[in-house]
């Protein structure tokens, strides 16, 4: 039923702004009365982060901003959702037009600049909808004037952990600027060292809450290595692998809308991000699980992501060229896969094809 829905109302969203569309999307899935999501396959379900997932199909951070819509999004199949990027303060992000469309590319260009209402407004209605149960990750961030950026996230950990299933450090948005620098060494080892810290003060209270690492594609292995032994000195328990990416490939063909500054997303993404995502599973040695994002816009790439070291894998700018029914399409070629390959659980595909992805040139476009 989804499908040909879609297929009915995309003339008119993409007529729309890129932006207004996201919002009329939002408005839609929040007054729309969707019946609850058809059980999942148990060959699906993921133990990971010490969390239970119904399935490794997830809605990657910037969908849901402002924590609106998760129900919503789990009603349509996904196995969990992840809100933000919030930040302590309101932010208004970058000037509009800042979010674009590369249709023929079925890509995405946006350079929003972590807009959102929050900490205060989002916590009201993460606290309103926690009873309900389902799996929402709140991924955090720092506000672009911030004095001490890794206070805001310390700041992020105590307001969300009564209410989040997990929590990602986004350190990796392109367009708050010098946020990327805080990939750097000694700034990432201050940074979670203080963060992890935060979250085992509120665990005797809460629970202890995962902790994952948001990291960009634009990485020299030498920065991954170094990325990575940091994430592994503290302890934390997952990476997500990638943000979007500040290259812009050579065959993109939408060549005007490619010189808008911003993070690349969508399906040019898929290779780099796979191949980055691939390395670093390498390098974690099965001290963590990773969650695949970037390109994922069918099972076939559902499958490649998960066979190169993810345990788990997050949707956003597909949605826009496929809809929602992209999200039943992939756990369907996931379970298909699974039975003739003789499987009988999802966590048995992972890394399978990692050395296949890691023997090819690098960096590759």
């Known amino acids: 039923m989804l499908g040909p829905i879609f297929s009915l109302v995309r003339p008119a969203l993409h007529a729309l702004d890129a932006e207004q569309a996201h919002d009329a999307t939002i408005a839609a899935l929040k007054w729309l009365p969707l019946p609850p999501a058809p059980a999942d396959a148990p060959c699906l379900r993921v133990r990971a982060f010490g969390l239970d997932f119904p399935n490794p199909v997830g809605i990657a951070a910037g969908f849901d901003k402002n924590a609106e819509v998760p129900d919503a999004l789990m009603r349509l199949g996904c196995g969990f959702s992840e809100i933000g990027t919030v930040t302590p303060l ?51 961030g720092a506000n672009k004037d911030a004095t001490d950026r890794t206070a805001d996230y310390v700041s992020g950990i105590k307001t969300f952990m009564a209410v989040a299933d997990y929590f990602v450090v986004n350190i990796s948005s392109p367009n708050t600027p010098a946020l990327r620098d805080l990939q750097h060494e000694a700034a990432l080892d201050d940074l ?100 695949g994002v970037g390109g994922i816009d069918s099972a076939e790439a559902a499958i490649a992501k998960i066979e190169a070291g993810a345990s788990l894998i997050q949707l956003y700018s597909a949605l826009v060229y496929h809809g929602p029914a992209l999200v039943g399409a992939i756990k369907q070629g996931l379970t298909s896969h699974i039975m003739a390959q003789g499987m009988t659980h999802v966590g048995q595909m992972v890394g399978r094809s990692n050395a296949d992805w890691t023997a090819q040139p690098f960096p590759i476009s």
């Not at 005007?256 to 997303?265: D, R, V």
């Open 90 to 140: 309101p932010q208004q992000g970058n000037p509009r037009p800042r979010l674009f469309r590369l249709s023929r590319d079925e890509a995405v260009i946006n350079r929003f600049g972590f807009n959102n209402q929050g900490h205060a407004a989002v916590l009201q209605r993460l606290q309103a909808r926690h009873h309900r149960g389902g799996l929402v990750g709140v991924n955090i």
């Open 192 to 291: 979670l060292g203080r963060v992890v810290t935060e979250r085992d003060a509120g665990a005797e209270h809460f629970g202890r809450r995962p902790v994952l690492l948001k990291i960009a594609p634009d990485l020299g292995l030498n920065d991954l290595d170094h990325l990575v032994l940091i994430a592994r000195k503290h302890r934390i328990d997952g990476m997500i692998v990638t943000n979007t990416t500040l290259s812009r490939p050579a065959t993109l063909q939408e060549k005007t809308l490619m010189t808008e500054m911003g993070g690349l997303s969508g399906k040019p993404l898929f290779a780099l991000s796979t191949r980055v995502l691939a390395e670093t599973y390498q390098r974690v040695e099965g001290q963590f699980p990773l969650i």
